[in-house]
């Protein structure tokens, strides 16, 4: 897009279907290709060739930035909302007061950067992992608390706070003395370590709740409404909802791949 070198410089030049293609010349997808990827792309790569029967077309993005969540909420339907790039800390004190009359135990952890503990084993702070500003992560003890309630803190939280996404998570076998060890300040942003938590090691389990998402207008819901049953498959199972689906398939957590089946 023509405001990649002004508003993500660092992605000046990407383009994964045509550098796999370059890179792996030995592919060949004949149904992408009727399907009309080539046409889309703009160029034949490799084996691959334009379709003479597709209907195809491109559209620049309605979202703002590179933010891969909302690229994948857009595509199921919503219109995005404009999000603020702000560190937890410039609001860490409406989460403090929003989960306090919902009878939660809160406590300030840390210096002059501070995180939330909640009913000591959940932590509210930074993600560390995404560009700054743009996540808030809520971190949980599975152990300790189920993930339904985990999600209810990340509702609180993501109710108060303009950010893009707020991700409520929690796994097995981990403390919040492991959680809070991995507590790091980098550049003005404070928050924990994920990998280093263990967090992702046993039960993982992953909600990502999108600012101004509306799942009622996305295409799961809609099709699963009318009993037409969806799957989602890879990264979209973590990040759009698909609560009348017959069946949920995430696969390895690492896959960076989304698959959207109308069964």
Do not use: W
Not at 28 to 46: F, S
């Amino acid at each position: 897009m023509d405001d990649v070198p002004e508003v993500r410089p660092q992605d000046v030049g990407a383009n994964t279907c045509k550098h796999i293609l370059e890179a792996r010349t030995d592919i060949y997808l004949p149904n992408l290709e009727k399907l009309g990827i080539m046409n889309a792309l703009g160029k034949e790569v490799g084996n691959m060739r334009f379709s003479e029967r597709a209907v195809y077309g491109s559209s620049d993005l309605m979202h703002f930035g590179g933010d891969t969540f909302f690229g994948h909420q857009e595509i199921m339907g919503t219109p995005p909302k404009k999000p603020l790039i702000q560190p937890f800390n410039e609001v860490i004190d409406q989460v403090f007061i929003a989960l306090k009359k919902q009878g939660y135990e809160i406590e300030y952890v840390g210096g002059n950067l501070q995180i939330l503990v909640v009913n000591n084993c959940v932590t509210v702070g930074d993600n560390l992992e995404a560009d700054p500003g743009q996540v808030y992560n809520i971190t949980g003890c599975l152990d300790r608390i189920d993930f339904e309630e985990i999600t209810s803190i990340g509702n609180v939280v993501r109710n108060v706070v303009k950010v893009s996404r707020v991700i409520a998570f929690g796994g097995n076998d981990v403390t919040i003395g492991d959680v809070l060890a991995a507590r790091k300040e980098i550049a003005g942003y404070t928050g924990i370590d994920t990998p280093q938590s263990g967090v992702y090691n046993k039960g993982y389990q992953v909600i990502h709740l999108g600012y101004g998402i509306d799942p009622r207008v996305q295409v799961p819901t809609i099709l699963g409404k009318q009993g037409i049953p969806v799957v989602l498959l890879g990264k979209v199972a973590d990040i759009v909802q698909n609560r009348d689906g017959t069946m949920r398939k995430p696969l390895n957590k690492c896959v960076p791949c989304t698959m959207v089946l109308f069964a």
